[in-house]
């Protein structure tokens, strides 16, 4: 196993989601890699190799016309997403991995060599497939090849973000699709303005409390991390409020998220917070669907939402903060570091209109000097060998 495996399997280890694993035709590595790495008593519910025929087709109610298909692995995800249900702890977040393929074996095959693995959770199911050089690869290459994807898929479902590199030869991809779970996908359409993913790893339309009664961490969670857990703990501390993150696909300063990115990072969430996904890029607008809500920001956030660059003027700056006003909501604003300085809110200019929007969380309470960036710095090579 290389390093960059072993962590990644560490990662997943640490995640609080378990599993359920359905396979045929190979991927057995995958399960290798997770079971020698100590902690996959946290991960694995079970895991079954359908070998034979019969094995396969009892788990999809009858043969299937080509053993090696999307729909294959979708029909093995979503039984080994009911089992793990069923073998899991109440609370417990699950997915269920289907994986299906053909590779090389003692004797020549008429067809193509290829995979096709598929993660199912309370989201949606998130689809990879891949045909394979025929006869560039020995089987041992082969198995490996496609335990990869096997391992970088059930890491995505885990919500862990960090990524291996699957070695393909000129010619190859890897298809990839997400068919979101009927509530996402009715917020897909824009028919909802938010959704609500519960710590329970329940999907649901809104967060598990009264209006005006909670606090919320927004962010791209790039990944999550200890200092986004750790503003929300304290957080709760200070405002005595129950806290929840906000992960919104628009922003004002970075590129739309589609649904399909933000599943892996929504899938960070169920076992640790409530997590709602909006659209909405303006805390005005934030305001609108939660009021009365307290946002916890950092002061390099809490600079932005007083900078005129992002207003067309004053007066439209102005009227922002007053509608967050008028929802009843306001700002939690922890100390942030930028370059050799720690910023906090004394640092920043707030016009007197505005003042009583905004309290300081004291670094006493909460400091923290980490960003996702960093982490994702910290990858490094290891994210691609």
């Given at each position: 196993m290389t390093d960059s495996l072993l962590e990644l399997v560490t990662e997943v280890h640490a995640a609080p989601s378990m599993l359920v694993y359905e396979f045929a035709g190979a991927g057995v590595q995958a399960l290798a890699w997770l079971h020698a790495v100590g902690g996959s008593s946290r991960t694995v519910l079970e895991a079954t190799d359908r070998y034979a025929p019969r094995s396969l087709a009892e788990v999809l109610d009858g043969p299937p016309t080509k053993a090696v298909s999307v729909d294959v692995a979708r029909g093995l995800a979503r039984h080994a997403f009911v089992r793990a249900a069923r073998l899991a702890d109440a609370?417990?977040?699950?997915?269920g991995?289907?994986?299906?393929?053909?590779?090389?074996?003692?004797?020549?095959k008429r067809g193509e060599h290829g995979a096709a693995i598929v993660a199912a959770s309370v989201l949606g199911t998130l689809e990879r497939s891949l045909v394979l050089r025929k006869g560039d690869r020995d089987r041992d290459a082969e198995e490996v090849l496609v335990s990869r994807l096997v391992l970088q898929t059930i890491a995505s479902a885990s919500g862990v973000l960090r990524r291996v590199r699957t070695p393909l030869l000129e010619g190859e991809e890897i298809e990839e699709r997400f068919e979101s779970a009927p509530l996402l996908a009715s917020f897909e359409r824009g028919e909802r303005q938010q959704i609500a993913l519960d710590a329970d790893g329940s999907l649901c339309a809104d967060l598990p409390w009264p209006v005006g009664?909670?606090?919320?961490?927004s962010g791209a969670f790039n990944p999550l991390h200890e200092g986004h857990l750790g503003l929300?703990?304290?957080?709760?501390?200070?405002?005595?409020?129950?806290?929840?993150?906000?992960l919104a696909l628009a922003n004002a300063e970075k590129p739309t998220i589609d649904v399909a990115e933000s599943y892996p990072r929504a899938m960070q969430f169920p076992g640790r917070a409530p997590l709602l996904v909006t659209r909405a890029p303006l805390f005005s607008e934030k305001a609108a669907l939660a009021p009365g809500s307290v946002f916890v920001i950092g002061a390099d956030t809490a600079a932005r939402v007083l900078s005129e660059r992002f207003y067309r003027d004053a007066l439209s700056l102005d009227a922002a903060l007053d509608a967050v006003r008028e929802h009843g909501s306001s700002f939690l604003v922890a100390g942030r570091r930028s370059g050799e300085r720690f910023v906090t809110l004394a640092d920043i200019a707030i016009p007197a209109r505005h003042v009583d929007l905004f309290e300081a969380l004291p670094e006493e309470a909460f400091r923290a000097d980490v960003s996702s960036s960093g982490i994702r710095e910290g990858w490094g090579t290891g994210a691609a060998a």
């Open positions: 609370g417990v977040s699950v997915v991995i289907g994986c299906t393929a053909t590779i090389a074996t003692d004797r020549r009664g909670g606090a919320l961490v929300a703990a304290a957080a709760h501390r200070h405002l005595g409020r129950p806290v929840a993150f906000e």
